[in-house]
C-alpha cells in the first residue's frame, strides 16, 4: 500500500468532523484583535496628525500638497468646496 491510501482509509468519517466551540473561540479572538489593531492605528495616525500640527516635526520636510486628493480626502475636499458653495449662494455663514 502506499501511503496515499494509508492516509485516505485513516481519516476520521464525515459526521466524526465538527468545527467546535475552540474554532469559533479563535475566530471570535482573531477578529477581536484586529478590530482593536485598526482602533490603535487611527488614533496613533491622528497623533501624528496632530503632532505636525504643533510643529513637532522637523520642518524642512514639509508634508507634500502639491499632488491631487484621492479616494476619501477627494471626496472630503468635495464636500467642503459644495458646502462653501452652497454658504456662497446663500448668504448664510
Do not use: C, H
Amino acid at each position: 500500500m502506499t501511503l496515499l491510501s494509508l492516509l485516505i482509509m485513516a481519516a476520521p468519517e464525515e459526521e466524526d468532523v465538527v468545527a467546535g466551540w475552540t474554532a469559533l473561540g479563535l475566530f471570535g479572538l482573531g477578529a477581536l484583535a484586529v478590530a482593536l489593531l485598526g482602533f490603535s492605528l487611527t488614533k496613533r495616525l491622528k497623533n501624528v496628525e496632530r503632532a505636525a500640527e504643533q510643529g513637532l516635526y522637523d520642518p524642512s520636510t514639509p508634508k507634500r500638497t502639491d499632488r491631487p486628493a484621492r479616494g476619501l480626502a477627494a471626496a472630503r475636499e468635495m464636500r467642503e468646496q459644495a458646502a462653501a458653495a452652497e454658504r456662497d449662494d446663500t448668504g448664510k455663514p
